[in-house]
């Protein structure tokens, strides 16, 4: 999410400490989300009407933007963030269950290997060059937020229009508009976050992360279809 930081005069110590912590709590929301997948298949094989309902799916949508454009606040306040943090990757990985269980009826697991090994480059190429280049990207985050809102409007339509074509270019969209995020915020991360913040960048590197894989599958499997 686009936010303005002041720059800040950080020591090394301090600076490295920062880092890492923002991506332990990177990697922690990963495996929460591994967790949330885990539930919602348990789920989806003991009551398959529960997926087959798409507003209760736009429901927890709606409250994953709400923690998101909310992350300032709550992030500062110690145990309620760590809580929200944790809910909000685990319901990432709850919704995306209905994609990994039709994707895997596709391709099966090695579509789903595919899908993570492409999104693991992308990103990680991505944000080494966003960490090492020394051209100020700062300037990308208003267009990058005016582009997520429109991705955002652009779903709620076909969520009533429900055209596969649409969705399909949409989630290239998606992934352009993420792999610009992933840049933006790697270098904010290394340069301008403050270091109160390591809750907030976490949550911004996996939304970067979460969202590239989420399409880069869906395009993928939009092509074995």
Same mark, same amino acid.
């Given at each position: 999410?686009?936010?303005?930081?002041?720059?800040?005069?950080?020591?090394?110590?301090?600076?490295?400490?920062?880092?890492?912590?923002?991506?332990?709590?990177?990697?922690?929301?990963?495996?929460?989300?591994? *967790?949330? +997948?885990? /539930?919602? @298949?348990?789920? !989806?094989?003991?009551?398959?009407?529960? &997926?087959?309902? $798409?507003?209760? %799916?736009?429901?927890?949508?709606?409250?994953?933007?709400?923690?998101?454009?909310?992350?300032?606040?709550?992030?500062?306040?110690?145990?309620?963030?760590?809580?929200?943090?944790?809910?909000?990757?685990?319901?990432?990985?709850?919704?995306?269950?209905?994609?990994?269980?039709?994707?895997?009826?596709?391709?099966?697991?090695?579509?789903?290997?595919?899908?993570?090994?492409?999104?693991?480059?992308?990103?990680?190429?991505?944000?080494?060059?966003?960490?090492?280049?020394?051209?100020?990207?700062?300037?990308?985050?208003?267009? *990058?937020? +005016?582009? /997520?809102? @429109?991705?955002? !409007?652009?779903?709620?339509?076909?969520? &009533?229009?429900? $055209?596969?074509? %649409?969705?399909?270019?949409?989630?290239?969209?998606?992934?352009?508009?993420?792999?610009?995020?992933?840049?933006?915020?790697?270098?904010?991360?290394?340069?301008?976050?403050?270091?109160?913040?390591?809750?907030?960048?976490?949550?911004?590197?996996?939304?970067?992360?979460?969202?590239?894989?989420?399409?880069?599958?869906?395009?993928?499997?939009?092509?074995?279809?």
């Amino acid at each position: 999410m686009q936010t303005i930081y002041q720059t800040h005069v950080h020591t090394g110590v301090s600076r490295t400490a920062f880092l890492s912590k923002v991506f332990a709590f990177f990697g922690l929301a990963l495996l929460i989300s591994l *967790l949330g +997948v885990v /539930l919602g @298949g348990q789920l !989806i094989l003991a009551y398959p009407s529960i &997926f087959a309902n $798409s507003f209760m %799916f736009y429901g927890v949508f709606a409250l994953e933007l709400l923690l998101i454009f909310t992350a300032r606040a709550w992030s500062q306040i110690r145990g309620l963030n760590y809580l929200l943090f944790a809910l909000f990757a685990a319901f990432s990985g709850f919704t995306a269950v209905p994609l990994l269980w039709a994707a895997s009826a596709v391709g099966g697991i090695p579509l789903l290997v595919k899908a993570l090994g492409a999104t693991v480059t992308l990103f990680g190429g991505i944000a080494i060059y966003g960490a090492v280049t020394r051209r100020d990207l700062s300037g990308m985050g208003g267009f *990058l937020f +005016v582009g /997520l809102i @429109g991705v955002i !409007i652009a779903s709620l339509v076909n969520f &009533f229009v429900q $055209s596969s074509a %649409f969705d399909y270019f949409l989630s290239w969209v998606v992934v352009l508009v993420f792999s610009g995020f992933t840049m933006y915020d790697i270098q904010m991360i290394k340069t301008r976050y403050p270091d109160n913040m390591f809750l907030e960048a976490a949550l911004a590197l996996y939304l970067d992360f979460f969202n590239l894989f989420i399409n880069i599958l869906n395009i993928m499997s939009a092509g074995r279809r």
